[in-house]
């Protein structure tokens, strides 16, 4: 099974040969390395640009509004935050020319923390992606999702922010993508550079298909009837084992809404009518988090619905995250705190 940055790496070769990719750009994108991730290894199209966001993000609109789809990547989102007026201008464009210019770009970057990279590598843009009002934004948690998400958002015609859980882009997914090879140690000597001299190493692509996950649309990982957990990203397959492991105590859905723009909204409304119990789960601090929208949006729409007060676990509102393993973990949420909360839910009186 391919890892996540295997897969975003297949999905952005599909769209090379298949959907008129021509600039895949940004920093360390191009040969050797192909990122720090590997998520654009091998590809023909990709290319180093200077350390320069603001002109990264600047050449993508520019190339876009060419007719071109190019594929800009910010290493880290850490380093985005320099470049939201570019992101809002992006994000506005189609609107403020009244359709005229379409935007067909993907901006995509690392976002989260559980790799140890201490304050300038361990950001979430999650809940500030979801201002970028005209842009949309996708954060998937599985290698096929992160397939299917890529390829839909290269098709798109509007702006797609695509955000990689940098603490999943090394985990294998349970499903195979579309022509790719069960055994991953073929895939890997497939589509993996080798270590070393590498001057010489092409890679040998499969044949992988055309597999699109609808943008704004969620899964439910998990079916359940007591909680309703609402996540995203690196926190779906956290809540997806806490499900696992309470099953005696309770029984948990889990929906991981893929989309946070356009988010589905239908689905996370029907879970919670079926469960009358709602926790939403992310790693953004918790002032104007995201979350904060759907819980007042749940109260406002399901008031009558809901059987306790809805909950929100997410990261505290500190200025950065520590790079000590205890600092990390006690400012983002983690599994023993997702089993906390969910066991206090499961217990509040209705």
């Not at 023909?44 to 060419?66: C, M, Q, V, Y």
């Not at 070393?196 to 055309?210: L, N």
């Not at 953004?284 to 306790?308: A, C, P, Q, S, W």
Request: net charge neutral; glycine share 8%; aromatic share 8%.
């Amino acid at each position: 099974m391919a890892n996540m940055a295997q897969a975003i790496r297949m999905a952005l070769h599909y769209g090379e040969e298949n959907l008129g990719v021509r600039e895949i750009f940004g920093e360390d994108v191009g040969p050797p390395l192909g990122g720090v991730f590997t998520a654009t290894q091998g590809l023909k199209t990709a290319w180093n640009a200077p350390l320069d966001e603001r002109g990264i993000l600047g050449a993508a609109l520019g190339l876009a509004w060419a007719g071109f789809r190019p594929v800009a990547e910010v290493q880290f989102v850490d380093y985005i935050f320099n470049a939201v007026d570019m992101l809002k201008l992006i994000a506005n464009s189609t609107w403020t020319s009244g359709g005229l210019y379409k935007t067909p770009l993907v901006v995509m970057t690392p976002t989260g923390s559980g790799i140890h990279g201490s304050i300038y590598h361990s950001h979430s843009f999650d809940s500030i992606a979801t201002k970028l009002h005209g842009m949309k934004v996708v954060c998937p948690s599985t290698p096929i999702d992160a397939y299917g998400l890529m390829i839909s958002a290269i098709k798109d015609d509007n702006p797609v922010l695509f955000l990689k859980p940098k603490a999943l882009l090394r985990t294998r997914g349970a499903e195979l993508i579309p022509g790719e090879p069960a055994d991953e140690k073929e895939l890997k000597a497939m589509i993996d550079a080798p270590i070393g001299d590498r001057s010489k190493w092409k890679p040998k692509w499969p044949k992988v298909g055309d597999y699109s996950v609808p943008i704004g649309k969620a899964k439910i990982s998990h079916a359940g009837t007591d909680v309703t957990v609402v996540t995203h990203g690196r926190m779906a397959p956290i809540a997806l084992e806490a499900a696992k492991e309470l099953e005696s105590e309770g029984s948990i859905e889990v929906i991981d809404m893929r989309s946070l723009i356009p988010y589905d909204w239908d689905a996370i409304k029907a879970s919670i009518k079926k469960t009358g119990r709602v926790l939403f789960l992310n790693e953004e601090t918790e002032i104007t988090n995201f979350g904060e929208h759907l819980i007042r949006r749940t109260v406002d729409e399901m008031f009558y619905d809901l059987k306790v007060r809805p909950r929100l676990l997410c990261g505290k509102a500190t200025p950065g995250i520590g790079l000590a393993t205890v600092l990390e973990n006690f400012t983002q949420p983690q599994k023993p705190d997702v089993l906390r909360m969910l066991r206090e839910i499961l217990s509040d009186p209705a």
